[in-house]
């Protein structure tokens, strides 16, 4: 298929090199010249602006964005809106909030235009291993799309979700686990940090992996980082968080439904930016290992 790609950061490059590795056309956009010259190296075509790239597809166009939730996307979209025609198609594959894929779905709606909300995990390393896709919108519309969505994930890592919102609803309760699951191996690693003894953290993180109930991708990551930093000296212990975690325990009160892991895995990594605890070394760690998220450096 083609599809047009706009954003070529950390995970949007490496989709579109997935892309074309298997044998899609791939139009590539994104506001730093050198990142769309190196998409073009890898075999996309490149486009000088939102509107070159649109020019360059071939109709019904499919554009997907990969651009920070919030403000990039809708600017985009107001931008797209005049540019594309009834029955084109646009996907968020973001970590937007999933009220906001209803409502923008409807904004396109108004003109023909398709909107597709697609949850995207699988972080720096979805490249080689594929992308876990949570998918959202008209089903007529993911049966079309679905040589993209089975190139980009992995085997059986990509299901339709139902109407508009539900990928990037699935998406917002996927990262409220994963801040939960982190969380606890944070806590874990740090109890063995200070105990009398002298552990060997890599290789425990290495046994556990070896059949035990709480063996992970998690764990292999805290595995490669510790072997790169036994002590995770080099590191602060800061923690930011992309939103999604937020919008998670906000939902949560919303409904009416418990969710103190999720909410306090939150509070911890607001506490994470007052204090340099070994526990939030650990988390900073897995999100620099899982998804290149930038450190700060001790």
């Known amino acids: 298929m083609q599809i047009g790609m706009i954003g070529l950061g950390k995970m949007g490059m490496n989709m579109a ?8 056309q791939v139009v590539a956009f994104a506001r ?9 190296k890898a075999g996309a075509v490149g486009a000088s602006s939102v509107e070159d790239l649109v020019s360059k597809l071939k109709a019904p166009k499919a554009v997907w964005l990969m651009v920070p939730s919030g403000k990039p996307v809708d600017d985009n979209l107001e931008l797209l809106r005049p540019l594309l025609s009834k ?7 973001g970590n937007s909030q999933y009220t906001d894929a209803e409502r923008r779905a409807g904004f396109l709606k108004e003109k023909g235009i398709h909107m597709m909300d697609v949850g995207t995990s699988g972080g720096i390393w979805g490249m080689t291993v594929g992308y876990c896709l949570m998918i959202g919108g008209d089903q007529k519309i993911f049966n079309h799309l679905e040589p993209v969505f089975k190139t980009l994930a992995p085997k059986d890592g990509y299901a339709y979700l139902g109407a508009h919102g539900a990928g990037h609803f699935v998406k917002m309760v996927h990262n409220g686990i994963e801040y939960g699951m982190m969380q606890a191996y944070a806590e874990g690693f740090d109890l063995l940090q200070a105990s009398k003894f002298q552990l060997d953290l890599k290789k425990i993180s290495g ?11 998690l764990l292999e990551l805290a595995e490669s980082a510790f072997s790169k930093d036994p002590k995770l000296e080099r590191l602060q212990g800061y923690v930011d968080d992309s939103g999604e975690g937020r919008w998670t325990v906000l ?3 919303n409904s009416g439904v418990p969710a103190p892991v999720i909410a306090l895995s939150l509070y911890m990594r607001f506490l994470s930016r007052d204090k340099n605890a070994f526990s939030s070394r650990v988390l900073a760690a897995l999100r620099n290992e899982f998804g290149g998220h930038d450190v700060k450096k001790s």
């Open 32 to 40: 730093t010249k050198s990142t769309v010259n190196e998409a073009v």
């Open 17 to 24: 090199k997935r892309l074309l590795q298997g044998g899609h």
């Open 207 to 217: 046994l556990w992996n070896q059949g035990s109930v709480v063996r992970s991708w």
């Open 87 to 93: 029955n084109d198609i646009v996907i968020d594959g």
């Open 251 to 253: 939902e949560s009160v």
